[in-house]
Structure formats: C-alpha cells, structure tokens
C-alpha cells in the first residue's frame, strides 16, 4: 500500500478495550473520523501509517529491510497506554475502511507518553544511533497554548475524496477544545501537501534549512516550513 505523509493514568479497562470506536465528528458523505483505540487493528494500521508515510526516512535512518521492525516498533508504542493516549490519534474512515489518519501533540506529551525500551525491536547500533539523529533532527518543542500536527497520512487510493482536510477540520476542533490559539506544523518544503496547508488557512511564518547537509545526513531532507494557524 502507498501512503502520503506530512512532516510534518491507569490503563484502559477490559471495557475500554472493547468498546466500539466512536466517531468524534460528524459523518459528512462517506467520511468518518473518531479517536484511534487500542485494538489490534487500529494499532496495526497506525504502524503502517506511520512507517509507509514515513517510509523514506525511516529508510534513511536505518534500512528498507528494517521497515517491517519499525512498523512492529509502532503497534508496540500505541500499546496498553492511558485514554488520552487515544484522543491524540485520529482515524479516518472512507465506506468503513480506513483510510488515514493524524496525530495532534500539545505541550507536555512527552512527560505523559515517554518512549519505552520494551517497545523497540532488536535492533543493530548502526540503525539506533540512524534512530536517535533522526528522534534529535524532527524534534519539536511545544509552547503552551498551541498544537502541533505530528503527522497526517492519507491512503493513495483515497487521496482526492477531501480526506486531508476533513482529517485537518479535526485537528481544527480539537486543539480549540483543549483552549489553543493557534496551530502548527512543520513539512519538507518539497512537499507538495502545503498546499492544502494553505487552503486550510495556515501560513508560511518561517523557511529553514539548519547546517543542512547534517539535516540531510540525519532524515534526507535539507529544508523546512514552519506554517501556522491562528485558531
């Protein structure tokens, strides 16, 4: 399957594993979007989305053999972890399948959902230390009072049936929920997904290319856009 990526407690009761998903917004046409769960099935599919739409960079950093541990990597990360976990993680549903899906952060998600040794597979030094410059190269801090769109990836064979943007509506109403003012991402300026950034209303407040064959060195990109919405 070919994806389109964009660079950009206790635990869940027996019940809440169980529950059906429900949607969080409107079904408008075919379209469905609701909160990912930690079902087998949304879990997998979130490891393909991120590691298809990512599937360049990742290949950088470590190997296009690799590929399917990062994606057991990622149904681990999403594993038995607190509800608000699952609030971050949108899915997108086209007829009842899935079809895409995104990931909002907000200040202080990293001291809530830290990154577990267990989750990582056996992995060779080569393809960590190509992990850790990639982790160091995409990380983002957060101010209060804003979101950030970690990710957003649609299916190729979706693409075209506004998938994107009802994905992005969402984030829209979310972060507004959660009291943020603005929103922001960052995206590889060679990504023709700005665009839609722009019809969205977001706005290219920065371009930067930092000792960019290092940037290259680290994910195989050289420059960025920094876009943001005032919400």
Excluded at 3 to 15: A, K
Excluded at 48 to 63: D, L, N, Q
Excluded at 69 to 91: A, Q, V
Excluded at 151 to 176: E, N, P, Q, W, Y
């Amino acid at each position: 399957m070919d994806y389109t990526s964009v660079t950009t407690q206790q635990p869940l009761s027996f019940e809440d594993l169980n529950r059906p998903p429900q949607p969080v917004l409107p079904a408008i046409s075919p379209v469905v979007i609701r909160n990912a769960t930690a079902s087998p099935e949304d879990r997998k599919f979130l490891g393909e989305v991120v590691v298809m739409g990512f599937e360049r960079k990742f290949a950088h950093a470590t190997s296009q053999s690799k590929l399917p541990l990062m994606k057991t990597y990622y149904e681990k990360h999403t594993s038995g972890r607190p509800p608000l976990f699952y609030e971050r993680y949108f899915i997108a549903e086209y007829n009842g399948e899935r079809a895409g899906a995104c990931c909002l952060r907000y200040q202080g998600d990293d001291a809530l959902f830290p990154e577990r040794d267990e989750d990582l597979p056996n992995f060779g030094c080569c393809d960590l230390f190509g992990l850790c410059l990639m982790d160091l190269a995409t990380k983002t801090d957060i101010p209060a009072g804003k979101a950030y769109v970690d990710h957003i990836c649609v299916l190729s064979k979706f693409r075209g049936k506004g998938i994107g943007k009802t994905l992005l509506d969402m984030t829209d109403m979310d972060a507004t929920k959660r009291g943020c003012k603005s929103i922001f991402l960052w995206v590889s300026t060679s990504n023709p997904a700005q665009h839609l950034y722009e019809r969205q209303g977001y706005v290219t407040k920065e371009t930067t290319s930092p000792f960019s064959c290092c940037m290259y060195c680290m994910i195989g990109e050289k420059e960025f856009a920094l876009m943001e919405k005032d919400l």
